[in-house]
């Protein structure tokens, strides 16, 4: 498997203090796909690239099919075995797991981004706002703690 910058992005992004919190609360509250709201975190932090709104609807539409018919149901496995059953909890973590790097590579891929100089929290967190309209405090909070990360 070719290697994918952004995978390498969300999981160090991801292991850093508040960062799941806020992703899961957006996720949980408004509905947001974390992979395409870190997507859309590492377009702007790491490659320089300011996403339009059509941009970005087009990139998530080559991961749409994928997050409805496999990142979603598993989830939903996932959360029903835990307080249920450990050894299923947490073998549906892991399939979760795998099935959110793959609809990374597909987001990556449909992209065809490369990392570059000239990216900044600035660009991140004006991406990022594309997928919660009116904002949110979760999203401003992970936005801070970007740039808590990237010295922004």
Not at 40 to 54: P, Q, V
Not at 112 to 139: I, K, Y
Request: with cysteine; proline share 6%.
């Amino acid at each position: 498997m070719p290697a994918n910058p952004f995978w390498d992005f969300s999981l160090a992004v991801y292991g850093r203090p508040g960062v799941p919190a806020c992703c899961l609360s957006l996720q949980d509250r408004r509905g947001v796909d974390v992979n395409v709201l870190l997507f859309a975190a590492w377009a702007g932090l790491d490659c320089g690239i300011r996403l339009s709104a059509e941009e970005l609807a087009r990139i998530d539409g080559a991961v749409a099919g994928w997050r409805e018919e496999v990142v979603r149901p598993l989830r939903a496995l996932r959360r029903r075995a835990k307080a249920e059953d450990d050894a299923f909890y947490r073998r549906m973590k892991a399939a979760e797991l795998e099935a959110e790097r793959v609809q990374q590579d597909r987001l990556f891929a449909a992209a065809g981004f490369t990392p570059q100089p000239g990216g900044g929290v600035e660009l991140a967190a004006a991406n990022m706002v594309l997928l919660v309209p009116g904002g949110d405090p979760a999203l401003e909070e992970l936005a801070g703690r970007l740039s808590g990360v990237f010295g922004a």
